[in-house]
């Protein structure tokens, strides 16, 4: 019976090695994170020049920060602010990356 075992041990511990090299060779792709929460600017659509925005923020937010508008909670404000919707912004930034990374097969980006 003892054999038995021992054969049977003998017989599987290959298979297990090989099951083990197999999950070892598969591996996931190794993930780059970076915050691109910094150095954004916008703009109205129509114009030239770019203001620097807060991101994650809303365009009401950068407009408020630079003193463009109002609080929109004080009284009725907000009615006077209903045409920052009805244009067109634009926001920008520029960001570095490595030849390694621009090298890959596949790039994903995720915000």
Known sequence: MKNEIIVVLLAVMPLMKFTNFRTTMI?????????????????????????????PGTVHTDLLALDSIGDPYYRLNEKDM??????????????????????????????
């Open 27 to 55: 591996t996931q792709p190794e993930i780059i994170r970076k915050s691109l929460n910094d150095d954004w600017k916008f703009r109205k659509a129509t114009k030239e020049t770019w203001l620097p925005a807060t991101v």
């Open 82 to 111: 209903q045409w920052i919707d009805k244009r067109d912004w634009e926001y920008q930034s520029e960001f570095m990356v490595s030849p390694d990374l621009v090298a890959r097969k596949q790039i994903s980006l995720k915000f």
